[in-house]
C-alpha cells in the first residue's frame, strides 16, 4: 500500500468515532472483554480487491494486540468464496470494527473493480482510461488509490496540479485564446493547461493556442475521429462526459489518448463482502 498512514489512520479514526460515540451498546453490555475469537473476510463476488490493509488497520488501531493474516493483496482478483483476511484476538475488537472495516475495503474494491473492467473493454486501443474530480469528501485518496489498483490511471488530484479551463472559466474569461493567453503569462514551466472544448472549431482553436491537452466534452466517436486527425498528435485528447459501459469502445477506437470516467468514484456500487466472527 502506498497511502499515507497519516492520512489512513485519521479516516479510520473518524469513522470509528463516528460509529462509536460513547461505547458499542450491544458488544460492550453483550460480550466479555477478555473473550476471544476469530474473524475472517470473505468474498461473495468476483472482481478485483482493494483496501485490505486499510480494512486490517482498522482492527489494530481499535486493539493492537489483534493478530491478522492476509490472504489476498490488493490488486488481486478474487472470487466469490475467496477468504480475504483472517483475524485473531478479541471479539469486542471483532465487532466494533466491523462495519468500518468493511465500509471502507467494500467502496475502495468497488473502484478497483469498475476501473478494471473499464481497463480492460480498452484494450488493444491507444486509450488510457482516468479517473476524475467527482469524489467523496475526505476520500479522495483513497478512492484514488482505488483507481489505480485497478488498472485505471489517476487524472489531475486537485485544482492545483494544472490549469484546466472549463465551459464556465472560458467563458468568464472571454475566451478559449484569452484565457489560455493569461495563464501562459502566470504558471510555472512545469504547470499544463488543458481546455474544455464543445466542438471542432473550439478545437482548432484550443491547438492555435497551444494548449497541452484538449478535452473533448460530450462528442459522439465519429466526431472525436476527426478531432483526432486535425489534432495529429499537438496535443493530448481526452474524451469525457456521458460515456458508457456500450460507448467505451467505440470512443477508445476513435483514437483519442485519454478517457476520463466520472463514474468510477462518484456511483461505484459496493463490492460484496461479508465478515464472519465465531
Same mark, same amino acid.
Given at each position: 500500500?502506498?497511502?499515507?498512514?497519516? #492520512?489512513?489512520?485519521?479516516? +479510520?479514526?473518524?469513522? /470509528?468515532?463516528?460509529?462509536?460515540? #460513547?461505547?458499542?451498546?450491544?458488544?460492550?453490555?453483550?460480550? @466479555? !472483554?477478555?473473550? +476471544?475469537?476469530?474473524? &475472517?473476510?470473505?468474498?461473495?463476488?468476483?472482481?478485483?480487491?482493494?483496501?485490505?490493509?486499510?480494512? $486490517?488497520?482498522?482492527?489494530?488501531?481499535?486493539?493492537?494486540?489483534?493478530?491478522?493474516?492476509?490472504?489476498?493483496?490488493?490488486?488481486?482478483?478474487?472470487?466469490?468464496?475467496?477468504?480475504? *483476511?483472517?483475524?485473531?484476538?478479541?471479539?469486542?475488537?471483532?465487532?466494533?470494527?466491523? %462495519?468500518?472495516?468493511?465500509? /471502507?475495503?467494500?467502496?475502495?474494491?468497488?473502484?478497483?473493480?469498475?476501473?478494471? =473492467?473499464?481497463?480492460?473493454?480498452?484494450?488493444?486501443?491507444?486509450?488510457?482510461?482516468?479517473?476524475? %474530480?467527482?469524489?467523496? @469528501?475526505?476520500?479522495?485518496?483513497?478512492?484514488? #488509490?482505488?483507481?489505480?489498483?485497478?488498472?485505471?490511471?489517476?487524472?489531475?488530484?486537485?485544482? !492545483?496540479?494544472? $490549469?484546466?479551463?472549463?465551459?464556465?472559466?472560458?467563458?468568464?474569461?472571454?475566451?478559449?485564446?484569452?484565457?489560455?493567453?493569461?495563464?501562459?503569462?502566470?504558471?510555472?514551466?512545469?504547470? &499544463?493547461?488543458?481546455?474544455?472544448?464543445?466542438?471542432?472549431?473550439? /478545437? %482548432?482553436?484550443?491547438?492555435?493556442?497551444?494548449?497541452?491537452?484538449? *478535452? /473533448?466534452?460530450?462528442?459522439?466517436?465519429?466526431?472525436? &475521429?476527426?478531432?483526432?486527425?486535425?489534432?495529429?498528435? =499537438?496535443?493530448?485528447?481526452?474524451?469525457?462526459?456521458? +460515456?458508457?459501459?456500450?460507448?467505451?469502445?467505440?470512443?477508445?477506437?476513435?483514437?483519442?489518448?485519454? +478517457? !476520463?470516467?466520472? $463514474?468510477?468514484?462518484?456511483?461505484?456500487?459496493?463490492?460484496?463482502?461479508?465478515?464472519?466472527?465465531?
Amino acid at each position: 500500500m502506498i497511502l499515507n498512514q497519516i #492520512y489512513v489512520d485519521n479516516i +479510520i479514526k473518524t469513522a /470509528l468515532l463516528e460509529d462509536i460515540n #460513547y461505547c458499542d451498546v450491544t458488544t460492550d453490555y453483550l460480550i @466479555p !472483554s477478555d473473550q +476471544i475469537g476469530d474473524g &475472517k473476510l470473505v468474498s461473495k463476488a468476483d472482481g478485483i480487491v482493494c483496501g485490505v490493509e486499510v480494512a $486490517a488497520r482498522v482492527f489494530e488501531i481499535i486493539d493492537n494486540t489483534i493478530q491478522i493474516e492476509i490472504l489476498k493483496n490488493d490488486g488481486e482478483p478474487v472470487h466469490k468464496g475467496d477468504e480475504i *483476511m483472517r483475524m485473531h484476538g478479541k471479539t469486542t475488537t471483532l465487532l466494533k470494527g466491523e %462495519r468500518t472495516a468493511l465500509n /471502507l475495503i467494500q467502496h475502495m474494491s468497488g473502484i478497483a473493480t469498475i476501473s478494471n =473492467r473499464y481497463t480492460k473493454i480498452v484494450e488493444g486501443t491507444n486509450a488510457s482510461i482516468a479517473d476524475t %474530480r467527482k469524489t467523496l @469528501p475526505g476520500l479522495r485518496p483513497l478512492q484514488k #488509490y482505488a483507481v489505480m489498483t485497478g488498472g485505471a490511471k489517476n487524472h489531475r488530484y486537485n485544482l !492545483s496540479d494544472a $490549469a484546466m479551463l472549463k465551459d464556465n472559466h472560458i467563458d468568464a474569461a472571454g475566451g478559449i485564446t484569452q484565457a489560455i493567453t493569461k495563464l501562459r503569462t502566470k504558471i510555472g514551466h512545469m504547470t &499544463k493547461i488543458e481546455v474544455e472544448t464543445r466542438d471542432l472549431d473550439e /478545437l %482548432r482553436e484550443a491547438l492555435d493556442a497551444k494548449a497541452d491537452i484538449i *478535452m /473533448l466534452d460530450n462528442m459522439s466517436p465519429e466526431t472525436m &475521429k476527426q478531432a483526432v486527425a486535425i489534432t495529429a498528435g =499537438r496535443a493530448v485528447l481526452e474524451a469525457s462526459g456521458g +460515456i458508457t459501459d456500450e460507448t467505451l469502445r467505440a470512443v477508445a477506437e476513435s483514437g483519442v489518448d485519454i +478517457i !476520463s470516467v466520472g $463514474a468510477l468514484t462518484h456511483s461505484v456500487t459496493a463490492f460484496d463482502i461479508s465478515m464472519y466472527v465465531k
